[in-house]
């Protein structure tokens, strides 16, 4: 499968220059053992908590992994590689163990979301995927979460849609949102094709566009209506409340064929209109029709909103949450911890990573509420829930995939487990996440060794 | 052509859900008289210009837009659509006209970077993709060409790699920032698949794993440079200064043989090491071995070094570009200006645009320095070098894209003829942006109208 509408390039050329440029080198020293790579974030930065995301569009990445005739023939073009090299990559396979918390899992500053176990030229070739996948979807969904919070904060569960496909970054960015917002409780999505590739429930109203090509609002309303009984009008176009009267005049005027199922607000005063649109509509005995919002939101506006009282029934979502506005990046990061059984680590300023494979427990108290985790060396055991498991090995899956309906339950559990303050909007105060004696001792004697071999203080 | 890697929908999907329903809706009224929609961004906010990128990705996708059999089989499965006009669907060509400006070109608030002439229905349809791939290429191009600015402040041409793709929004962003990048005055990209996609130059050093998958970090240089004697060595993984010192003591053992390139700062004060690492290889008459530099940089940060003096050669900027972390997406805006002969525009407050076909001027001064724009009505004739031109008749190009070296070319060119007070990293006085009075005109007869027949004051 191409790796965009507009390239022949397969996925595995989706790849910093460097990464193959490693691998052949690899290959020359004979250097195949196998090496531990852990994928995790650093810092939360804004966030009281991350939602892992991500995982299965990397392990069909993993599973599917080749590299096509056309690339190894541009391969061959540039000076940096060996014909014997390209030649040997119509071969290459990944080949290695995956150890991963599933998608939906509330993770923090340092767990790993993924472990890479496999001969060290693979497991360094997919880093560039493998980050670009993660941190975008675990970035996302971390957002969409909070998103969705907002609009329930008084217990009311209002509906959120995704809007935001016009201006996130590129095609694919527009299908992982939708699935990663799906999985962390945003209910639909406008986006067509994310419908049809992931099965969502697709979503929308009108355009203002649509409303303006008719000479007047109240004869697009009605063609729109005509044609789509249940729809939604947008309201705000011209004037809003003058608008939402005009869908009055459409219910008189229809009676019992009246089936239209909601109006939307996209500009103004959003708190005031619906107020204003609500008792419009109730005193026309059109208390069925719903009020939906939309236009620059984000969770504080939506939470704002919902406190104020504001009478919204469902929130239309876009650019603020599509581009993570506020936090456009994760810290993510994807290192070597270990390398033909021994564990390695960085020592550089402010980027030292826990050596070694890894495990996470998370305690929960008797009301089913996690109280902290504790990262431990892989082989330890400790209480708690363990949550990285395997999920592929040798290449191959260990099970399928859970669909995205499974996903979203459990991340919709795991969220509902973690403790209320995280919830909040605003940075709480850090959620415990200790490391094991065992690994503080590994790390100690990895830091240890290689200051001796490398004369440092 | 397929979407995205994991999707088999077509780019005829990569739309809004509303974008079909509207387009049923048209064709059950009738309406299929011609509309003009503008594309254009309302407010710079931190930009002192805009970099009008991506038109030729979406005049291939106009050219190419078909939906499939799949894509007709997902849209018979939800409710909203009748069969005629799914079968329909198999003979949708755009067959309408576009004017823009070309690729390169600097662009100010409210100026069409683009103006669609189509079918209504048509127009309407490619609202979504169109503006996904402009925002996102136009926003990254800008900054790409404040972090070059930045990088050749004191007059020196210093490269600038993008190293961005491992925290950009999915696979196809990482593209469109290579694409983007480039026209902006980026040198390289470490992306193997934009090399293939759209002949970029590639490069790329070594990863830290690397160098810690050794026993020693001067295994780790020795090896690699054996494989690649021109290689830039990565020195920071353990001590910054040591890792220099091992370069030097390579170039002894190497003698005439040693040829590496440069060495590469990845962390800690990159200006004070960058500083001391030139000192330790002067003194060992390795002038020629560059230094670059590396590690959560932006247009700021690349300034401070430069203007500090510190001796960089090259910067290779990752995830503040990438993700366009200051400002994330455009205000863009794909509005409906006309229909049917008849000028259009929304009055919802802060959301008004300029009705009807529109025609951008420039005007210089004698030394060619770009005095300010005026906006105007397509047919009127003005002063200055228009900036829009008709790029698509009848749904086919008027004529073959420019090569990205001709569109870099032609922004450098386009962007040295901006006031040099546009080129401050800070925010500028604003560049003189003036609507013609005839075009001021058109917008109150319109909006003049539009309140009448709506009984508006």
Known sequence: MALSFDSNASPALHTDLYQLTMLQAYQRENMDATAVFSLFVRRLKQRNYLLACGLDTVLSYLEGLRFTASDRDYLRSLDDFDDDFVDGLADFRFTGDVYAV????????????????????????????????????????SKAARVKQAATIDGTD??????????????????KAARAGYIAGIDATSNVAAGQTYGLPVTGTMAHSYIEAHEHEQEAFDAFADLYPRTVLLVDTYDTLDGVRRVVKMAKARGDDFQVRGIRLDSGDLGELARKSRAILDEAGLEDVNILASGGLDEHRIAELVQSGAPIDGFGVGTKLGTMEDQPYLDSAYKLAGYDGTPRMKLAPNKKNLPGRKQVYRSFDDNGTATGDVITTADASHGGEPLLQCVMRNGERTEAAPSLAQSRTYAHDALAALPEALHALEKADTYPVDVSQALKDRASETEAALKAAHDLP
């Open 158 to 175: 209002r509906t959120v849609a995704d809007f935001g496909m016009r201006r996130m970054h590129g095609a694919d960015a527009t299908l």
């Open 102 to 141: 599933p998608e939906g899992t509330p993770v923090f500053a340092n767990e790993p979301l993924l472990e890479v176990v496999a001969p060290i030229g693979e497991a360094q070739l997919v880093e560039t995927f493998l980050l670009n996948q993660i941190t975008y979807q675990t970035g996302y969904a």
